[in-house]
T-cell receptor, first 115, second 116 residues
Framework: AQSVSQHNHHVILSEAASLELGCNYS??????LFWYVQYPGQHLQLLLK??????LVKGIKGFEAEFIKSKFSFNLRKPSVQWSDTAEYFC?????????????FGIGTKLQVIP | EPEVTQTPSHQVTQMGQEVILRCVPI?????FYWYRQILGQKVEFLVS????????KSEIFDDQFSVERPDGSNFTLKIRSTKLEDSAMYFC??????????????FGDGTRLSIL
């Protein structure tokens, strides 16, 4: 079955530091890739998605992610984090193994940004 | 921006009791989903629902679980006889199209289910 690995479970950064959160998935083929964010006390929100086309995807709030098919990776980046980026970040994928209706999530990375 | 809404935000139930979690998906969405997240674990897919029937379900979604769209707006998850291990955050999601329609799933705030 499809699985998603997020390498860092808890990241602490100072404001203005650069961020990169790793994400790898297990099965290749045609996949849809997502990063969701969950701010404290709020629901899961879509940060960005990749379906096809340019492997460098830009999302909201200055986030971007790069799909590298050969590495089964979809890492999230932001050049300069802000205190308001403190949240939990989930990498997710659907298809092909495990079906396309369901989204498989990674365990999440808690990001804490220190002012 | 339209949102998926879930009620209640927190449900406390005695073990063995039935519980119904309610969701109102975004009004023009056609695909509906339930996920759960046990504390400290991953968000896990439970079931997807389209055209008034289950389109996909996980091994977690056994006979204790059922879903229903009783009217044009609500989407419910019923757990028939709750167990301690059903304690989790349950998320409802909806999407305009299925996975290859280039439309992502939008999630609700979740219902925290606590089984005593």
């Amino acid at each position: 079955a499809q699985s998603v690995s997020q390498h860092n479970h808890h990241v602490i950064l100072s404001e203005a530091a650069s961020l990169e959160l790793g994400c790898n998935y297990s099965y290749g083929g045609t996949v849809n890739l997502f990063w969701y964010v969950q701010y404290p006390g709020q629901h899961l929100q879509l940060l960005l998605k990749y379906f096809s086309g340019d492997p460098l995807v830009k999302g909201i709030k200055g986030f971007e992610a790069e799909f590298i098919k050969s590495k089964f990776s979809f890492n999230l980046r932001k050049p300069s984090v802000q205190w308001s980026d403190t949240a939990e970040y989930f990498c997710a994928v659907n298809g092909p193994s495990g079906g396309y209706q369901k989204v498989t999530f990674g365990i999440g990375t808690k990001l804490q940004v220190i002012p | 921006e339209p949102e998926v809404t879930q009620t209640p935000s927190h449900q406390v139930t005695q073990m063995g009791q039935e519980v119904i979690l309610r969701c109102v998906p975004i009004s023009n969405h056609l695909y509906f989903y339930w996920y759960r997240q046990i504390l400290g674990q991953k968000v896990e897919f439970l079931v997807s629902f389209y055209n008034n029937e289950i389109s996909e379900k996980s091994e977690i979604f056994d006979d204790q679980f059922s879903v229903e769209r009783p009217d044009g707006s609500n989407f419910t998850l019923k757990i028939r006889s709750t167990k301690l291990e059903d304690s989790a955050m349950y998320f409802c999601a909806s999407s305009l199209q299925g996975a290859f329609g280039n439309q992502p799933q939008h999630f609700g705030d979740g219902t925290r289910l606590s089984i005593l």
